[in-house]
């Protein structure tokens, strides 16, 4: 279930935030990355990121005009932070199988590449490659 900014819990303590760059496999570790580079995903936004934890049931929050302190760049891409909830009031957590925030971002880092607008753009981008390749025959050497 998404919050609604105005309706969010008094109690943000339960909340952790996940910010985008923490799952982006074009960041170092000391640009902001906190998974291996193996599982992270290629620029995540923080709509994706709250478009799967959403689907997986968990409490989330978008914040769209917060960023991330180490993010250099202010474009609108870079840009959010989302909210979830790992524990209810009494510190149980609200779902076993994301008991720590890595497994949430590694979670989300899985997901993300199966979303349809993901696989849709990666569709796209196949044939834009195979045309500009097509633009390099009889590009050999100069005769004299």
């Keep these: 279930m998404a919050w609604p900014a ?5 109690d943000k303590s339960r909340f952790i ?5 923490y799952i982006n496999n074009k960041k170092t570790i000391a640009e902001g990355r906190r998974i291996s580079l193996d599982k992270a995903v290629e620029n995540p936004t923080s709509t994706e990121i709250q478009d799967v934890c959403a689907a997986a049931g968990l409490n989330v929050l978008l914040e ?4 991330y302190p180490r993010e250099w760049n202010r474009d609108a ?9 790992l524990k209810q009031e009494d510190g149980n957590l609200c779902f076993p199988q994301f008991p720590t925030r890595k497994a949430v971002m590694l979670y989300a880092a899985e997901t993300i590449p199966k979303l349809k607008t993901r696989t849709q753009k990666m569709g796209g981008s196949d044939q834009s490659l195979q045309q500009g390749e097509g633009g390099k025959k009889g590009k050999g050497k100069k005769k004299k």
Aim: a positive charge; proline letters at 9%.
């Design 6 to 10: 105005t309706s969010l819990p008094t």
């Design 17 to 21: 935030c996940i910010y985008p760059a």
């Design 64 to 67: 769209k005009n917060k960023m």
């Design 77 to 85: 891409q870079y840009r959010g932070r989302v909210r979830i909830q």
